[in-house]
């Protein structure tokens, strides 16, 4: 048994909740979320190599995968793998790009099912920016 870290009664170190006061996995000394996050310490430019994030704050915020390579429900580097990213090379649902594989996309070159590109695109509904711009 261990104190919670919120309302100090004793509680279970397994417990997932404080019967007392709700804190989240109350045994923990600091707790600051939920899921799964990696972050390598070697970095390149500022960012870290790896960083891997599926994780949310205690206010429900999630945290975005940032790094050379950044894989995550949100993600933004060099090489992306994400739901929502930002990135030079980027596989993803919804992307902002440099070269991108997506099902959304907006990028110089892409392959995409709906995307814009500025150079090279392919997919099932693809137009170049050009041709919008030209449209108007």
Not at 34 to 55: M, R
Not at 97 to 120: D, N
């Amino acid at each position: 048994m261990r104190p919670c870290r919120e309302c100090q009664h004793e509680v279970s170190a397994q417990a997932t909740a404080c019967p007392h006061c709700g804190a989240p996995f109350p045994a923990k000394e600091k707790w600051d979320g939920w899921g799964f996050e990696y972050k390598s310490e070697a970095t390149f430019l500022g960012l870290p190599w790896l960083h891997i994030s599926f994780k949310y704050r205690p206010n429900y915020v999630p945290v975005p995968a940032k790094g050379v390579i950044a894989i995550g429900q949100f993600a933004y580097g060099i090489f992306t793998l994400s739901q929502f990213g930002v990135g030079a090379v980027s596989i993803s649902q919804f992307t902002i790009a440099g070269y991108a594989l997506a099902q959304f996309a907006f990028a110089y070159s892409l392959i995409a099912q709906f995307g814009i590109y500025i150079h090279e695109g392919h997919g099932q509904l693809v137009k170049s920016l050009s041709e919008l711009l030209g449209m108007l």
